[in-house]
């Protein structure tokens, strides 16, 4: 059986996540590692009208870059394959919701059951730094040994999952939690799962080493 280019999966997802409304314009980039290499998009390209020559192809171990320009946020992707063997790919989006509590002081939790299914852990807030950073990077790194989604206050965020698939239905269900959780507020309910139950409903599914 041929093996399938990394490079096809990540333009289908790309496209799927504009469809889904997780980007808009030239917002968001994707990644996806093979082996030693991260297939990361390009610089200033958009997701819905990528090719596989949109992606660039960066070497983990010796930080060489062919293939183009890698996205600004190329630091925040090569730290979380650095971080955890089991990362097989890496999202990082602008979505409405997520965006607002992220840039918000609303207290995170767990909102749903969904969420916990979804993700294998609770959702957590980085501190704000300055985006394409190597600060950023360094903030991400200390949050993802734990956490398999993260909101970037003022930026939006990221995700990971052992493939693009699993880290596309994780940003979707971040992006609902974060929509149930404005409306809970707005209703002047504002509840969440007490923490022995949301362990229980992590220990039943992937944790956060996926």
């Known amino acids: 059986m041929a093996k399938k280019d990394i490079r096809k999966e990540l333009v289908k997802t790309g496209r799927r996540i504009v469809r889904a409304r997780l980007v808009i314009a030239k917002g968001g980039n994707i990644s996806a590692r093979e082996g030693r290499f991260v297939y990361i998009k390009g610089k ?12 660039v192809r960066i070497d983990l171990r010796s930080g060489s870059i062919s293939g183009g320009t890698p996205s600004s946020e190329k630091y925040m992707h090569a730290v979380c394959y650095k971080k955890r063997s089991d990362i097989r790919a890496v999202l990082h989006l602008h979505p409405i919701f997520s965006t607002a509590v992220a840039s918000s002081k609303m207290r995170l939790g767990a909102v749903s059951y969904e969420l916990l299914a979804s993700l294998g852990s609770e959702i957590c807030r980085a501190a704000y730094r300055p985006a394409g950073s190597k600060e950023l990077a360094a903030e991400i790194s200390a949050l993802m040994g734990k956490h398999n989604a993260i909101l970037l206050p003022n930026h939006g965020l990221l995700v990971v999952g052992k493939d693009l698939d699993s880290a596309f239905e994780r940003a979707r269900a971040c992006e609902r939690a974060c929509q149930t959780l404005i409306f809970s507020r707005l209703l002047g309910l504002y509840k969440f799962l007490p923490k022995k139950e ?11 080493h996926i």
Do not use: C, F, H
């Open 44 to 55: 200033g390209l958009p997701l819905d009208s990528s090719d596989i020559k949109s992606y």
């Open 198 to 208: 949301a362990r229980r409903i992590i220990s039943l599914y992937p944790g956060p």
